[in-house]
Every structure is written in C-alpha cells, then in structure tokens.
C-alpha cells in the first residue's frame, strides 16, 4: 500500500512511517519545509512538502495514496496558543478528509486521543462509547480532538471509510518535543522529592501505537473508535516503575486530592502573569481522577500490545541518555545523595 502519513516527522509519526516500511508499505511522509528530519533518520520513505492547514498541498500529497493515516496535531497544548491549536486539530483535519476523499483514498485512519474519551463518575473504565465530557473551555486539547472526530463522523455518514484512533498516554524512545517523556525527565530532575497525585493514568509504548494504526488502516471497522492503550496504572506504581529504571529513589510524597486545585489556580496565575511552567492548571487538577479504560476492544480487533512498559520505560530512558537529554545536574545529584540517606 501507499501510505500518507501526516504529522510524520513527529513522535507518533515517525514510528508509524518505520513500521509501514518494515511491513512492506511504501510511506510518503508529510512534513513542512522547515521541519526536523532527525525522526526519520535512516527510514526508507518517500517526502512531500506541505501542511494541513494548506488544502492544495495535501490534494498533491494524497495523490495515488491507498490510505491515509492523519497523525498531526498540536499534542503539547500547555505550549501552545488555543486558536492555532483548534486550526490545526480540527480545522486540518476537515482538510484531510477533503484531500483524501478527492484524491480517491480507500480509507483514513485518524488519531485522535484518549483525551477525547468521556470520564466515568462511578469508578467503572471508560470505553470507545462515552462521548467528551469535560468543560471545553478548561480543556480545550481533549475539546479539539472530540471536534475532530465530529468532523471524521460526518465523513464516514457521506459515505467515506474513517477509522478513529485513540491513543493513551504514549511512551517510547525517540520522543523529541518530551511530551509524555517528561515523566522520565522529571523523575531524573526531582526524584524522591516528586509529589504524587491521588490518581492514575493509561500508558501504551509508541511502537505499539505505530502498529495498532497500521491494523486500524488493514482491519478496523468503519466509522469505529478504538482506544489504544496497554496499562492502566496508579500514579504511585507509575512514578515508581520509572525510578527503579532511571535508578534513583522512590518519590515519597502523596499530595492529598483536596490540595491539587488550590496548586492548579496557583499555576493558573503563574502562567497568566507570563512565567512559564511545565505543566497547567487543568493537567493538575485531573491528577485526583482515575483516568483508566477499557482497552479490550482494540485488544480484539487490532491485536494485543507487545512491548512491556517496563521495557518502554527503560527504552525511553536509554534514549534520552544516549541523545543527551538527561545531564546530571547538580542539583539533581544532590537530591538523590539526600534520597539515599534518608
């Protein structure tokens, strides 16, 4: 098959484009002129200049493609402005779906996100069925993607063939812009002096991601959301699984459920008067809640994940070191000599 994979020199799309070539397709990676090619280094595919907000430049890319797999977006939405990040989620993906559909693509695959999927009030998982339930206005990346999805949906009821993704919390090695490899930075940085929220997030590594798309594109049903992920984890088990593969100590501070939305307004105000910190006020208060689903849908009809998260955890790790992303400061030497003491 011929494949266009949007969003290719990302971290999801760049595994997806290795995984085509491996299993014998030919990629043809959308990518700006202007972006970092370090991804796709050493990957067999085939470039095509363009973006998603621009119609006429997927028209050309699209052209005798057999799928589409529609993987860019704006992920890191704490960095980024809400308007531009609605323009590409949403507005680009309408261009997609109308680039595909006139260039005769058999199927689109899209990748939206778990952060599309509803949460459940009564401690059950969520599935593929729960609609997003969030207020907009506080979480406007999980708003997005659940615009997006309308817009695949009304694709697929004027006839054309739109499979939906929904990613997890993806891990893996070669996460670039340190989206979910923050956990992994942060832990290097702080270690046993990390807070640890009350609740608990899915994971999945980024090559079973990759895969589970290209299944999606082979086997996923029409019109179908599939909600990929391997494990659901509290934050203690997670933030503890990933010290004991970066080798320093266990974070050793639960912050109380009560106290995580006086430090998101606080973050809020931070980020309002200008300073820049990592994370926003909405991830922080989402840190009470149990964010789990239920992953035995696509478990059926995509296949079951095969990478361990121990061994994701450990292959991001060993990536990071090797690329140079994690210096041992000494700050953080410091902090782990006292965690080891104490």
Same mark, same amino acid.
């Given at each position: ?142 708003? $997005?993607?659940? !615009? ?6 009304? %694709? #697929?009821? &004027?006839?054309? *063939? =739109? ?27 702080? $270690?046993?002096? !990390? ?6 997030? %899915? #994971?999945? &590594?980024?090559? *079973? =991601? ?30 503890? !699984? ?101």
């Amino acid at each position: 098959m011929r494949v266009l994979v949007t969003g290719a020199t990302g971290f999801v799309g760049s595994h997806i484009v290795r995984a085509l070539g491996e299993m014998g397709h030919q990629a043809v990676a959308l990518h700006r002129a202007s972006s970092r090619l370090d991804a796709l280094a050493g990957v067999t595919y085939e470039s095509a200049l363009g973006d998603v907000t621009d119609l006429d430049s997927l028209r050309a890319a699209a052209a005798g493609c057999d799928w589409v797999l529609h993987v860019a977006a704006v992920a890191a939405y704490w960095r980024t402005d809400t308007a531009k990040m609605f323009e590409v989620n949403v507005g680009g993906t309408r261009n997609v779906l109308q680039a595909a559909r006139e260039a005769g693509v058999k199927r689109v695959v899209f990748t939206s996100s778990a952060a599309a999927v509803g949460l459940r009030a009564d401690g059950q998982l969520a599935d593929e069925t729960l609609p997003f339930n969030l207020p907009p206005d506080a979480f406007p990346y999980g708003y $997005s993607k659940a !615009l997006a999805e309308v817009e695949c949906i009304h %694709a #697929v009821r &004027d006839g054309q *063939d =739109v499979v939906i993704v929904n990613p997890v919390v993806v891990l893996g090695p070669g996460d670039l812009n340190m989206i979910s490899g923050d956990f992994i930075l942060q832990m290097k940085r702080f $270690s046993w002096t !990390l807070p640890v929220p009350p609740g608990g997030v %899915a #994971v999945i &590594d980024v090559r *079973d =991601v990759a895969r589970m798309h290209i299944a999606a594109a082979r086997q996923g049903r029409t019109g179908e959301r599939y909600i990929l992920g391997a494990v659901n984890y509290p934050y203690a088990d997670w933030f503890n !699984l990933i010290a004991d593969v970066v080798g320093v100590p266990r974070p050793g501070f639960p912050v109380p459920g009560w106290l995580l939305p006086i430090v998101a307004d606080v973050i809020d105000r931070l980020r309002a008067a200008g300073i820049t910190v990592p994370i926003d006020g909405n991830q922080t208060r989402l840190g009470k809640e149990h964010i789990y689903f239920d992953f035995s849908k696509a478990w059926d009809e995509l296949g079951k994940p095969l990478i361990d998260m121990r061994q994701s955890v450990t292959d991001t790790y060993e990536w990071y070191r090797e690329h140079g992303y994690l210096p041992d400061t000494p700050t953080a030497q410091l902090i782990e000599r006292i965690g080891r003491l104490i």
